[in-house]
């Protein structure tokens, strides 16, 4: 069983930053396809930044060149680090997993940018 536990979320003006953290529970986690997805109230779930288990990465286009997201497969952990955070940005925030067709996710942690 597979259990994913986000943190560092807040409230943070416009132009700030916030590190989030994804801890994995498991054994798969270093073989497996980390994301970071978000919702704001009202709309659909968006994917924002992923990590293959070799480290690639793939970001959406609003996010890329201001959030990195990364991964230390020692501590079964991940991470998004948000630089210059708009108040777009502003959403729950959710750890996936995905590995053997199956999708793992976090409770969500809460990102409020203020302008």
């Known amino acids: 069983q597979v259990q994913l536990v986000e943190s560092g979320g807040g409230l943070v003006q416009a132009g700030g930053s916030l590190r989030l953290s994804c801890a994995a529970s498991?054994?798969?986690?270093?073989?497996?396809?980390m994301g970071w997805y978000r919702q704001a109230p009202g709309k659909q779930r968006e994917l924002v930044a992923t990590i293959a288990s070799g480290g690639s990465t793939n970001y959406a286009d609003s996010v890329k060149g201001r959030f990195t997201i990364s991964r230390d497969n020692a501590k079964n952990t991940m991470y998004l680090q948000m630089n210059s955070l708009k108040p777009e940005d502003t959403a729950v925030y959710y750890c996936?997993?995905?590995?053997?067709?199956?999708?793992?996710w976090g409770q969500g942690t809460q990102v409020t940018v203020s302008s």
């Open positions: 996936n997993l995905y590995r053997f067709a199956l999708n793992y």
């Open positions: 498991g054994s798969i986690f270093r073989i497996s396809l």
